[in-house]
């Protein structure tokens, strides 16, 4: 039994991992820390896990957690992966972490948009957790920088038809879809109920950070540059992310075309579900689940591509997909753990 | 393995059945029936179950269900099941009912509140289905009446206190809340986004017929009439109850002497949980599980005790609990392919 | 004082009518008509409104409303007017029609996309009621066809500078999100609470009615064809829709120009609200007010033009629009009747 | 022209005080103060008002404001006010206090549940703002403590039953529900959307502050000790508060006896509607209002009243009683100000 640890537990993130890992057959969740919640029960923290989860939050020590887990699990805020992320490889452990901080190549980027990187050296080492994508590459790692939740509802739908050169680059526009837990448990003004009730606003417009990450994956895909315009927008729900794609195309295509494209490409990847006709994915049907779900429809007036997908944010846009990597990375069969039942409604 | 079959699997309770018995590991879900959506699949009326559920919704047919199935789940509106339910038994299936027709021991009783009963020979021989009450009855069981919603949040933190003749029965007031799924599939004004949105109110108010269900049952727990004031409302949520019961004590109680009778009577029943000092029960911890987190204070200053309880009204509140009583009935764990994990939020 | 009557008073669109009507200082609401309360007070339909409203619904006669009424507001669903509007305009009433049946220039557009129309000639004498555009032919108009929510919020942002031919016209891509109110008050499944809760997704992806409509104004603005890319997207919300338009320059622009000509185009209207730097507009802002807010980014690294703008759907996208079209009419300042303060939250 | 200033104008209270007062036709709105927004225009904190306010926040100082104004809300944390009230009153102002400092008559119960009082000699010539109970009081009044939302929609209904010794005031259980706006703007965990969404919870079970509040002014009536079981819940909406009392009769009462006990002590006050036959208040109906809809029910079989009562726990619940007190004070008619139409949905 593969013992796996829990730094940052009491996030949202955080705290979704520790659904899962309670409930996954294949390992043990021995070690829980959070930087607020210093000595109190997890389930004191998150009632809702009343009875299923034991364990203690602790405050972060490598020296410690080395010995309690053989695999760990990063959901902290950026630049404080960075630093604790180097030890805990050099004492043999297998990572994914949740931040920003190992999902880029190159260390300028990464400084543009968030800090200087203090561990650079790892960037080419650390893999993007991309999972059907780079599912060769995790296999193989000991560090994997886990997507974003906007990237992985973008990447996901676009990856196969820029790898098959379909798309005109210089046409592709995002506009993107957050629930409020993707803000994070941290109180703030913006994300109080009463902020947030009948309110649906962009943000970040055009300059938000997960947008350089995007372009970085997406142009090594394509083998040429590649940008996006990219607006996020924040919904008065939970949980769930739901984004529409418009590109033009190289040349005329038809939706079956691109369907089939995508289909081949994620053929016996079971989180990949690709909607039929005429229904566009909903946020609601991915609740909870490691699903992403993907529409396609072609504006034959415009000659315009229209992609759609929708993903849990924080399942498979964080703790889900970081799950299913390191299943990746232990040779598990990659739905391990994961395939809880999806609620109706 | 154990073939199941779920009639009237479209409404919110039939499609929560279907995805509890999808997951559970000790029987084969094999038929599902329909009246709005014969021949369609499933998984097309839910798209969130696309890829779990193959099943096809299919015509009621006595005869056909009875070769496809050994355990059947009736989720029909009431007066619908007393007619198909005593076919199913002659033909010797086991039979889980959700409605109201088989909760009443008392056939003039049911008459008075829903109509007459046109198989009230079979009462004596349904069980009440409250799993953690009647479990040695729900064993040998081949017909459950599955409790109302509202009664089981109710019914699940009185019954101990009143066979301990700790309360005054006069004095029962019970204020109880319910998300909107309560009120089923079926598209109605009231219960339009737009109409339950910042709403908030009280509805049939000491007339709904949940009322004479928990009366029936408390009376005759406490071997005397017991009448009580239930004032249901309706919350801008989608799934979840939660219910605060006042009453006056026989005599002079202590908040720990409640929740000891409590915890005592519930021991080593997993889906009770009681909360601990200070927490009142919350929905949202209890969502997508078949728990019943219950709370205890006590008004010292007026010698009243304050009950409280929360649980998911489609799961414990109507397809869990069932899928509990077939657990029973089949002489399984009562847990069985009810433990999925619960969501931190 | 001019007497006003509500035909279709019990719709939401409706509903909003006789709210905005009743506390207008300059006319007097004296009829409502429905289909489904006829003898029913509308403050028993709408409680918000009790004594407030006094008025009873009654059946549409031609006849009765003509004595009543000098301006007749029609807020049935497409093809119920465009069999009374001719009738009514015969008795010299002037007319506000909400639906689709006199947005239209050309009949046969409306055909495609509707029925065939059964009162064509009244077309060309209709004026398309987008007051802050057609203030002129408002002002002389006897018939207006009061435009699309989506339209509303589409064509206030993009005319100006459509008509200032600053972009490309073959790059227009709009998406769109509206809360729920804007499919009306039948009774439908999909507007159910529990199916839009934690729900977000597009429909009617690139077919929506509302695109025709738009497409025939933009080009006779444009002096030139422009078709554009339209998704419309669901938002679990009561009220409200914020639309961001992504375009092509013609030739690279500056983000203050854009902000300029938009501020000049519509210098003195008191409902156009232009963002300020950095600010999105956010439906919530706009709730219950007859408010357009604008705001304008361009994506410099792409040289895109991103719009947005927010309304409410029910008033600057319905009523509100429909009253202040009313008051141009009548010669009365626009705002009339209008300027209820927003609410902070 | 009264002018008039808000302490505290930025939180929920505050900035529905400036919303109202903004749009009043008898007073000038001429000065705003807050502690964290010094120097900030108040439309760039609340966007819905850009274009109908433009004063610019200020710090708190005496001096200045006296100059400004002549009458004075104070909407700020308890302990504040009692600070700054003493030295506006001194300078002439009129003061209506929307914190708890000035609501008790006795220091000692005030300070039992918030602090010690450092005014306390002003709480005899304090006057409590319940605007229809209070009225000759409230007329000659230089200092008016506003009420709490929870006991405004507790008092209104009550107070008429009590003082007509209708009921048995060992019976009284109050079970109230409010919207989240009610925890203020202030950014805290609990308030979070994504910890309130799909919640529904009791909160302070019989230990809130608003309770010693309601026992003080229901005793005073009564002219005897009365004691509540009191237990607040938090809603999944932003705005409003919707109320459910239970209590025993002296002797068996008829629900016309206690409809119309209540219709005539409020006779001829605006604010308060009777609810007819059959409909329960519901906070939807007066959102964003001052009334406060009441709604009558005997469950005859159990000889219990249940009062059912519905506000907006901004407006009736605090900004609004407190320019409806203004209006008294100043010898207005109570509604001045204050009759903005309801909106249907």
Same mark, same amino acid.
């Given at each position: 039994?593969?013992?796996?640890?829990?730094?940052?537990?009491?996030g949202y993130?955080?705290?979704e991992?520790?659904?899962?890992?309670?409930?996954?057959p294949?390992?043990?969740?021995?070690a829980?820390?959070?930087?607020?919640?210093i000595g109190?029960?997890?389930?004191?923290?998150?009632?809702?896990?009343a009875?299923?989860?034991?364990l203690?939050?602790?405050?972060?020590?490598?020296?410690? &957690?080395? #010995?309690?887990a053989?695999v760990?699990?990063? @959901?902290?805020?950026?630049?404080?992966?960075m630093?604790i992320? $180097?030890? %805990?490889?050099?004492?043999?452990?297998?990572v994914?972490?949740?931040?920003?901080?190992?999902?880029?190549?190159d260390p300028?980027?990464?400084a543009?948009?968030?800090q200087?990187?203090?561990?650079?050296?790892?960037?080419?080492?650390?893999?993007?957790?991309?999972?059907?994508?780079?599912?060769d590459?995790?296999?193989g790692?000991?560090?994997?920088?886990n997507?974003?939740?906007?990237?992985t509802?973008?990447l996901?739908?676009?990856?196969?038809?820029?790898?098959a050169? &379909?798309l #005109?680059?210089?046409?592709i526009v995002?506009? @993107?879809?957050?629930?409020?837990?993707g803000?994070?448990?941290s $109180?703030? %003004?913006?994300?109080?109920?009463s902020?947030?009730?009948?309110s649906?606003?962009?943000?970040k417009?055009a300059?938000?950070?997960?947008?350089?990450?995007?372009e970085?994956?997406?142009s090594?895909?394509?083998?040429?540059?590649?940008?996006?315009?990219?607006?996020?927008h924040?919904?008065?729900?939970?949980?769930?992310?739901?984004t529409?794609i418009?590109a033009?195309?190289?040349?005329?295509a038809?939706r079956?075309?691109?369907?089939?494209?995508?289909?081949s490409?994620?053929?016996?990847?079971?989180?990949i579900?690709?909607?039929?006709?005429?229904l566009?994915?909903?946020?609601?049907?991915?609740?909870?689940?490691n699903?992403?779900?993907?529409?396609?429809e072609?504006?034959?007036r415009n000659?315009?591509?229209i992609?759609?997908s929708?993903i849990d944010?924080?399942?498979k846009g964080?703790a889900?997909q970081?799950?299913q990597?390191?299943?990746?990375?232990?040779g598990?069969?990659?739905?391990?753990?994961?395939m809880?039942?999806?609620?109706?409604?």
């Amino acid at each position: 039994m593969t013992r796996v640890a829990v730094v940052g537990a009491t996030g949202y993130a955080g705290a979704e991992l520790v659904r899962i890992l309670s409930g996954h057959p294949s390992v043990e969740l021995t070690a829980l820390t959070s930087r607020q919640h210093i000595g109190e029960r997890f389930d004191a923290i998150f009632p809702a896990l009343a009875g299923r989860v034991e364990l203690i939050c602790e405050k972060y020590n490598a020296g410690t &957690l080395g #010995d309690q887990a053989d695999v760990v699990f990063t @959901a902290l805020p950026h630049q404080l992966p960075m630093e604790i992320v $180097p030890e %805990l490889l050099k004492r043999g452990k297998k990572v994914v972490d949740l931040s920003a901080d190992f999902r880029f190549k190159d260390p300028d980027r990464y400084a543009r948009h968030y800090q200087p990187h203090t561990a650079g050296d790892l960037l080419q080492q650390a893999v993007y957790g991309l999972s059907e994508v780079y599912l060769d590459e995790i296999r193989g790692a000991s560090l994997v920088g886990n997507p974003g939740c906007y990237p992985t509802s973008v990447l996901l739908p676009l990856i196969p038809l820029v790898k098959a050169d &379909l798309l #005109d680059p210089a046409t592709i526009v995002v506009d @993107a879809k957050s629930g409020v837990s993707g803000a994070g448990r941290s $109180p703030s %003004l913006t994300t109080l109920f009463s902020e947030v009730s009948e309110s649906f606003k962009p943000y970040k417009v055009a300059v938000h950070r997960h947008n350089p990450e995007m372009e970085e994956v997406l142009s090594a895909e394509a083998g040429t540059g590649i940008r996006i315009t990219f607006v996020p927008h924040l919904v008065p729900m939970s949980r769930g992310m739901q984004t529409t794609i418009y590109a033009g195309f190289r040349k005329a295509a038809r939706r079956e075309d691109i369907h089939h494209c995508l289909q081949s490409f994620y053929d016996g990847r079971a989180f990949i579900r690709m909607r039929k006709d005429g229904l566009p994915p909903d946020s609601l049907h991915v609740r909870g689940t490691n699903y992403c779900d993907i529409g396609v429809e072609v504006d034959t007036r415009n000659n315009r591509l229209i992609l759609m997908s929708a993903i849990d944010n924080l399942v498979k846009g964080a703790a889900g997909q970081a799950v299913q990597n390191m299943n990746i990375m232990l040779g598990l069969d990659e739905t391990t753990g994961l395939m809880q039942m999806p609620y109706p409604l």
